[in-house]
């Protein structure tokens, strides 16, 4: 196909990817002083609050390793790679639109670094979602047997 994605790149997005797994606890302790906030939930909220965070820790870890393991079978146009390019594209650009939709409303500290960090970071979000939402559509073309 004349304009697949290149391998170097789904490389880098996953890293990307495995990233943002290994950094989040370090913003939602520093940056975001989370462990405290949720200290003020009840006992049952406090799980599922810290759940859900491991939930998009793991899968954040999750799908950049299945990117850096099966890069060639996520780019082949079998539903499988339909579907899960799929959920990776959708997961992506949901939460981009989320971070741009909801969080604007929120400060974070006032620190240069965080500054930094903050764009640096919706700049990977960003790119996730393109890279994704591009193989997505590749391998759509090429599972109803479209070219370009």
Avoid at 117 to 125: C, K, Y
Wanted: net charge positive; proline share 3%; charged share 15%.
């Amino acid at each position: 196909m004349k304009y697949e994605i290149p391998n170097w790149l789904i490389i880098c997005g996953a890293i990307g990817q495995m990233f943002t797994a290994l950094i989040y606890p370090y913003i939602r302790h520093v940056v975001f002083d989370w462990y405290n906030d949720i200290k003020k939930l009840k006992p049952l909220n406090q799980e599922i609050a810290k759940t859900y965070g491991r939930y998009i820790q793991g899968l954040n870890f999750s799908f950049g390793l299945i990117s850096i393991l099966f890069t060639e079978d996520l780019k082949n146009g079998t539903g499988l790679a339909v579907a899960l390019t799929g959920l990776i594209a959708a997961y992506w650009t949901g939460k981009v639109a989320t971070q741009f939709s909801y969080y604007p409303m929120y400060e974070i500290p006032n620190k240069r670094i965080f500054k930094i960090g903050e764009v640096l970071m919706n700049t990977l979000f960003i790119s996730f979602s393109l890279i994704f939402c591009w193989m997505f559509v590749s391998n759509l073309l090429k599972y109803f047997h479209y070219t370009l």
